[in-house]
């Protein structure tokens, strides 16, 4: 059971559907009545809600993975995708109509008791609610609850994560981005119901608000992405007045983190990476994590092709694969793991907010409409770049690194994104510290 601080107690809701909207929620734990429920397979879930989430899963990451198969497969991703796109930000003016997702999202909770026994649940005891995923947030907006909470997870959003008539929503946004904000105002979300709070990240990487944590981190990050002093040599006095400390001099190998997504897409980029990498690897040039999450099938896939390859993940040969059983234990394990780590690479999921604790992001191609939002604000803060040829990683990523481009990339992150989203949302909840 989560340690409670007095009465900072809220209802925290998650749906188990790839890591986005779990993640979310896990730097919440602390403020959690009872545990985070899962709002699709949690013990109050009837059979009849549990065979409606279910299909919607496996058809998300079915789906996911069928974009890579050539011919049929870009065709099947681009149909499901049409449903869940997002009209260009400009110009301002968008149609803020219900669409058809919208109907058949309150079709379920209103007529077929999608989360129907969750909100009975929550009922019994008055505390804020708060969702990390849609549906769970319109069923406390479309079932009466009044102190309700929904975590936007991705930079832009679909008109589905409002109710038909947002005008008379219960519900108050928690966004992790400007663009985030301004969109739910054009669907008609009145705009003393949004909060602009920023991402929720892990308190262990934070380390409170004065960021103590994330300080330390990034200053040793700093000086393992810039070798050559190209980026900390000019801006000394700006790093130090920040961090209060620069560091001269790595104490460890560049480190990359390469990370699937919870439906298993992209992991042959993975393993060419590593093969890309190998000499370097082998040389003490460069450490690499391959992330499988909670997939086995992906940590056995991994383990497999890097042995063939001469690298041996339990061999202290330089790669690592991160991988657990349950959500839980591998974002703990990941977040211990990204105190040493200075590269994340990435489909532009809810990692892109990881750069608000000071890491540049190579982007890898994004899957579905809201990841391709999330790569445009990644690259307009300035913290993010799109892969070049993974066979040719060896070449063009020490290209960059020489030049103190992924430091300043990893500046820009730590400056112009949010960090403290998990404190910002406590506020909104509680009101603020202190108080």
Partial sequence: MPAISGKRRAWVVSVDMGYGHQRAAYPLNEIANERIITANNDQMVSAR???????????????????????????????????????????????????????????????????????????????PFIATHFIPALAADYL????????????????????????????????????????????????????????????????????????????????????????????????????GTVQTQSKRPLTLSFMIGGAGAQLDIGITIARSLKKRIEQGKIILHLVAGTRLDVALYFKKQLKAL?????????????????KRAYFQLLNKELHDTDILWSKPSEISFYTALGFPIIIAPPVGAHEKFNQEWLEHIGSGFVQEDPRYVDQWLFYVLESGKYAEAAWHGFMNAPSLGTYNIEDALFGAAGS
């Avoid at 003016?93 to 999608?114: C, E, F, S």
């Avoid at 309700?148 to 008379?168: E, F, S």
């Avoid at 946004?173 to 119901?193: I, K, N």
């Fill in 310 to 326: 001469g690298l041996d993940p339990d061999g202290g040969s330089g790669v690592k694969i991160i991988y657990a059983l349950d």
């Fill in 49 to 127: 809600e549990r065979a409606i989430w279910h299909w919607t899963r496996i058809g998300y990451e079915t789906v996911s993975r069928l974009k890579s198969i050539p011919g049929i497969g870009p065709f099947i991703f681009g149909a499901y995708d049409r449903l869940q796109a997002i009209a260009p930000f400009y110009p301002f003016k968008v149609d803020a109509r219900p669409n058809m997702t919208v109907m058949q999202t309150k079709h379920l909770i209103t007529r077929m008791g999608l989360c129907g026994g969750l909100i009975d649940y929550v009922k019994r005891e008055k505390l």
């Fill in 144 to 243: 009466g609850l009044d102190d309700a909470y929904c975590v936007v997870t991705d930079t832009d959003l679909n008109r589905v994560w409002a109710i038909d008539k947002p005008q008379r929503t219960r519900l108050t946004y928690l966004t992790p981005s400007r663009h985030a904000t301004m969109r739910l105002v054009q669907y008609g979300v009145p705009e003393q119901r949004i909060v602009f709070t920023g991402f929720p990240l892990p308190r262990e990487n934070i380390g409170g608000r004065d960021r103590g944590v994330l300080k330390r981190d990034l200053a040793d990050r700093l000086a393992a992405l810039d070798p050559n002093r190209k980026f900390i040599q000019p801006y000394e006095d700006t790093i130090r007045r920040h961090l």
